[in-house]
């Protein structure tokens, strides 16, 4: 190497070079001290035209380090940094069993496999943009693949006078999947920032499809009685958990992981202290959703807690029967435990067609119970309470349209609060 004017940069040349060569390019070297892990941590990058140009950008290096940007660890991956975070993540306890389910799948299945081996400093935006329209891209062409193979076998079959296979097709990865897989990641670089791994959050500058909440359409008052009515008839053994569903707005898992302890027939009330959740591994019992959803409690209307009772007197009658242990969970089946998340949704589907009513999830028994709630006038501060929001907004913007002639009333109530002589038609 040949010394030149600039401190820290060298012309790469032999020594059998002339002394103004111009076939060997300039590099820059620097020393930054030692680094979080006791080693010496040298920059060295070579390829510039000039002995100008590398002095220039070994300033922007020595200016990077002194302002406290400079990567505490520049070769780290994006992988390895990922990795890092979601163990932290756990060892934390700061995720939620579902949430820590969701982040593993996307760092497993997009994250890492396609972004893990660029270095976490060298990630720009258009990276993470270029990942988000490749996923969307992939996905269809597999979805379109396979509704090809569908129709071939539905004609195929037809033809040979036999059920036509199903064949698997992919889910799609549309507006909402990309915001979700973006907030995952924005989190984890977020942290890196934190850590002084990177100075900026490159995801902050990709483009991304806001996450909007979808419109739901639940049943009408009028069906769901319907319903009810319908379950009645029939005995259903789950037809005390769609009627507290309904009435109460409690979500999937809490009402599975419901207990005796936690509720009182007498007083009319139930506390929601936990929700059963399947993580694919099996069923674990955690806390609910939201930190304003633990320990909350929820009044009932005579008739939900009735039912329970009844409820509560049947399960005893039956275990003295069978010489069964009381598991203490509200909601179970016949051998005692509670029941499975998949299962009462499923049966709830299977129960809604039964009963002639059109589709609906069993999700949407929660918006019912939030709309009804609205239209007869509860305050919004106290359907969020009951229903475990964060923020009364997630209620507002979620429910305050679902049923029709809630609009209305408010017009007309504001209407009425305008003083007048004449009535407004007179001439």
Not at 4 to 23: K, L, M, N, Y
Not at 305 to 314: D, G, M, P, S, T
Request: aromatic content about 6%; proline content about 5%.
């Amino acid at each position: 190497m040949r010394k030149t004017r600039f401190v820290g940069v060298f012309q790469r040349c032999p020594s059998e070079c002339a002394a103004r060569c111009r076939g060997h390019g300039f590099c820059y070297y620097v020393e930054l001290g030692r680094g979080p892990d006791g080693r010496r941590r040298q920059v060295t990058k070579a390829g510039y035209a000039s002995a100008a140009d590398a002095a220039a950008a070994r300033a922007k290096v020595v200016d990077t380090y002194r302002a406290g940007r400079w990567p505490a660890h520049p070769s780290m991956t994006v992988g390895e940094w990922l990795q890092r975070w979601f163990a932290a993540k756990i060892t934390a306890g700061a995720l939620r069993p579902t949430t820590a389910r969701c982040y593993r799948q996307q760092l497993n299945d997009y994250l890492i496999p396609r972004l893990g081996s660029v270095r976490l400093s060298r990630l720009r935006a258009t990276d993470i943009t270029t990942l988000y329209a490749a996923i969307v891209a992939e996905r269809t062409k597999a979805i379109e693949s396979a509704d090809r193979l569908q129709e071939r076998e539905n004609a195929e079959a037809v033809a040979a006078g036999r059920t036509p296979r199903r064949i698997d097709r992919p889910r799609s990865f549309g507006r909402t999947s990309v915001a979700r897989l973006h907030g995952t990641l924005h989190a984890a670089l977020n942290a890196a920032v934190r850590a002084g791994e990177i100075p900026t959050n490159p995801a902050r500058y990709a483009e991304a499809p806001r996450r909007t909440r979808a419109k739901v359409r639940p049943w009408s008052p009028q069906e769901y009685g319907a319903f009810l009515d319908y379950l009645q008839d029939t005995h259903d053994p789950m037809a005390a958990l769609f009627r507290v569903a309904g009435h109460t707005g409690l979500r999937r898992g809490e009402l599975c992981g419901l207990r005796w302890e936690d509720v009182d027939t007498q007083r009319r009330v139930l506390v929601v202290r936990r929700q059963i959740l399947d993580i694919g591994a099996g069923l674990t019992v955690g806390k609910p959703k939201t930190r304003s959803g633990e320990d909350r409690i929820v009044d009932l209307d005579r008739g939900t807690a009735r039912i329970l009772h009844l409820l509560r007197l049947r399960q005893r009658r039956d275990q003295l029967a069978a010489g069964t242990q009381d598991s203490g969970y509200v909601f179970t089946g016949p051998d005692g435990r509670p029941w499975h998340p998949a299962t009462v949704s499923h049966r709830f589907r299977r129960l809604a067609t039964q009963a002639g009513l059109r589709r609906c999830r069993f999700h949407d028994l929660r918006h019912l119970s939030a709309s009804l709630q609205l239209a007869a006038g509860v305050d919004i501060a106290i359907v969020s309470k009951r229903l475990g929001h964060s923020t009364y907004t997630i209620t507002a913007d979620t429910y305050c349209h679902l049923l029709p002639g809630v609009g209305r009333a408010a017009a007309e109530a504001a209407a009425r609060m305008v003083p007048r002589r004449k009535h407004p038609n007179a001439a």
